[in-house]
Structure formats: structure tokens, C-alpha cells
T-cell receptor
Framework: EAQVTQNPRYLITVTGKKLTVTCSQN?????MSWYRQDPGLGLRQIYY???????DKGDVPEGYKVSRKEKRNFPLILESPSPNQTSLYFC??????????FGSGTQLSVL | AQSVTQLDSQVPVFEEAPVELRCNYS??????LFWYVQYPNQGLQLLLK??????LVKGINGFEAEFNKSQTSFHLRKPSVHISDTAEYFC????????????FGKGTKLSVKP
């Protein structure tokens, strides 16, 4: 089954404790992206990647890092999380101009 | 760079009434346009897309959208809504010049009341 797998589904952490949210797709897609969703602000893009070893900043990259060492994985790293990074995060992938496939989301709370 | 404006953050409507959710975009190049829907506590799924050809695009669940290049709009319509259409709807745009990074609008919450 074609899917984007995000883990964990829920995460509660404390300020400053490094964390990684994993994202993996099994469709051999070149394009992958991370979004955060906040009430009233819609989906804001954090980082995206057009291919292996190619990443670009989205609208809200501050406080986040990503890597794309292999095509299927695109982890999101928060080196020193802060409360303003409490949000719902989505990973997505697509091949060419076709639709985006979304992961199930990660609800992150930073205390 | 592209941008997307969804003019209404919330749209309340009664069941079986028609609805239009508005979307305007700006871009210096030709674009592809999409509408995604997010039901409560779920991820996003594609409703419909415009890539080329007919400017009237039909999607799932009876929704349709019309691409208007002169007005840079891609409004979503349904002639008769159901309670089950209650969801948040996102308009999105990508340019044609590359693989197409996708930019989303802020979303419109559609609430269908009995």
C-alpha cells in the first residue's frame, strides 16, 4: 500500500530536549515536504526536498533542521525545541505534479 | 514566488444549500492548482486539481472548481452540501517550471448545519 509513515503520532517533550520526527515513504517519490498546522494559520511549509541531498527552506524554517540522505526518508529535527513549536506536523511526498500524499500527522507539545 | 489567499476563514451554511469557497493566487509563472480537504482529526486528501485543459474541474464528493486565469482565481463550489462535508478546505498552488513545490492557503472551515 502506498503510504507516508510518520512517527511518533503524539509527542510531549520539554524545552531544549532534542527530538526527531521520522517520515518515510514507499512510493519512490523525489519530492518530500514538512508542514506545520496551527489554528487560523493553515499549513505552513517548514522545509522541502526535491531529491536526495537537495533541501530548501519553506516559510517557517527557524528552529528546524532536515536531512535527505536517502530517497525514502526525510526526518525533521528540533535541536532545541521551544513552546512556540507546539503544533501539528505533517510530512508529505509526491511524484512530479501528482497529488501530495500526507502522513497521519504528529501532534507535538513542548512544555 | 507564489502565494494563495483564501478569502473566508469560516463559512457556515445550511444542509442542501449551495456553497462557494473562494481562492485567489498570485504567481509570475503558469501554475497548477489544487483543493485539499481535511476532515476532523484526519490528514489532508486531494479533492480536485487543475493541470491543463478544461477550466472547469470536477472532483470527489460532488465538488467542482473553475480556473479563471484573468482573475487569478480557483473557487470551489458544490450545489448542495451535506452534513458530512463539514471539514477544512485548503487551496494550493505550484508553479509549472519545476517539479512543483506546493504552497497552501490558510484554509476555510466549512460548517454545514442541519
Amino acid at each position: 500500500e502506498a503510504q507516508v509513515t510518520q512517527n511518533p503520532r503524539y509527542l510531549i517533550t520539554v524545552t531544549g530536549k532534542k527530538l526527531t520526527v521520522t517520515c518515510s515513504q514507499n512510493m519512490n517519490h523525489e519530492y518530500m515536504s514538512w508542514y506545520r498546522q496551527d489554528p487560523g494559520l493553515g499549513l505552513r511549509q517548514i522545509y522541502y526536498s526535491m531529491n536526495v541531498e537537495v533541501t530548501d527552506k519553506g516559510d517557517v524554517p527557524e528552529g528546524y533542521k532536515v536531512s535527505r540522505k536517502e530517497k525514502r526518508n526525510f526526518p525533521l529535527i528540533l535541536e532545541s525545541p521551544s513552546p512556540n513549536q507546539t503544533s501539528l506536523y505533517f510530512c508529505a511526498s509526491k511524484g512530479g505534479y501528482e497529488k501530495l500524499f500526507f502522513g497521519s500527522g504528529t501532534q507535538l507539545s513542548v512544555l | 514566488a507564489q502565494s494563495v489567499t483564501q478569502l473566508d476563514s469560516q463559512v457556515p451554511v445550511f444542509e442542501e444549500a449551495p456553497v462557494e469557497l473562494r481562492c485567489n493566487y498570485s504567481s509570475s509563472v503558469s501554475v497548477y492548482l489544487f483543493w485539499y480537504v481535511q476532515y476532523p482529526n484526519q490528514g489532508l486528501q486531494l479533492l480536485l486539481k487543475y493541470l491543463s485543459g478544461s477550466t472547469l474541474v470536477k472532483g470527489i464528493n460532488g465538488f467542482e472548481a473553475e480556473f479563471n486565469k484573468s482573475q487569478t482565481s480557483f473557487h470551489l463550489r458544490k450545489p448542495s452540501v451535506h452534513i458530512s462535508d463539514t471539514a477544512e478546505y485548503f487551496c494550493a498552488v505550484s508553479d509549472r517550471g519545476s517539479q512543483g513545490n506546493l504552497i497552501f492557503g490558510k484554509g476555510t472551515k466549512l460548517s454545514v448545519k442541519p
